[in-house]
């Protein structure tokens, strides 16, 4: 008598939602699906590229903390609420 485990439902991305490609480490806007394949194409535009299913999972929120996003954002990013890298100057 064997046991089976039921497979865990697969991740189905909505249109439009942001993505990683866990294959390729790439985050993508999902497209569609075609013929079994994911399409992705880059957040700010270029093209597509395809990604099995079993490669493709919600993309962590901006800002979520990480020490590696912190790195790589610019210095509006990495500034405080009103997006500014040094303090207004005091009024006389």
Not at 13 to 20: A, D, H, K, N
Not at 41 to 53: L, S, V, Y
Not at 74 to 79: D, K, L, N, S
């Amino acid at each position: 008598m064997s046991i089976r485990k039921r497979a865990a439902a697969a991740y189905r991305p909505r249109v439009g939602e942001s993505v990683l490609d866990t294959r390729t480490g790439r985050t993508g806007i999902y497209m569609d699906t075609i013929g079994g394949e994911h399409y992705l194409r880059p957040p700010e535009g270029g093209r597509e590229w395809t990604a099995r299913p079993e490669h493709v999972s919600p993309a962590a929120p901006a800002g979520a903390g990480s020490a590696e996003g912190a790195a790589d954002a610019g210095p509006a990013e990495r500034a405080g609420p009103a997006g500014r890298a040094d303090p207004a100057p005091a009024a006389a």
